[in-house]
């Protein structure tokens, strides 16, 4: 288990490299299209950009404009299913790489909260609704102090009883 408390990931210049950006392609449940047709659409653009096939759907990573080309394509099949995230790391990186780090990678449980909350942005996106958010006044000191005298009061009488 080395691996976990000691590593020492051999990366590349392009790692450092400002202008590469590597996003995930999350579906939604109800996304028109599968993780093998996202990945097999995104190797037929032809673009200079990594690929890799995901639980989730997709990572792909490579110089910003491309991956942003890619992403834009991509959504076109099902604006309403296809979802994107930033993320920090290069597929393959050992430093988040679930395969050398045995386990889910920091950040995955976020995700998957994520990921169920989905299909309610989708419908939003497809369906937009006005919404009136009503401010909520806050509890007065008076009341706050009656409710708990009352609370401290029942408390009080179900000691007595005992």
Partial sequence: MTANLCITPELGKEDMDPEVSTRMI???????????EVV??????????MVKWTCYGAMISGKD??????????RKLDP?????????FA??????????????????????????ILDYVGEALKNPR????EKKEPVSVDYFREVLENSLKKEKSEEDKE
Wanted: hydrophobic fraction near 30%.
């Fill in 130 to 133: 006005e919404v009136v958010i």
């Fill in 91 to 116: 597929p393959g990186d050992p430093r988040r790489c679930r395969g050398h780090r045995y386990g889910p990678r920091e950040g995955f449980h976020q995700m998957e909260k994520e990921f169920k």
């Fill in 40 to 49: 097999n659409f995104l190797h037929l653009l032809n673009l200079p950009i």
């Fill in 26 to 36: 999350i579906l939604s449940s109800k996304a028109n299209v599968s993780e093998s």
């Fill in 65 to 74: 404009k491309y991956v942003k080309q890619a992403i834009r394509e991509l």
């Fill in 80 to 88: 309403y299913g296809i979802f994107t995230k930033e993320r920090g």
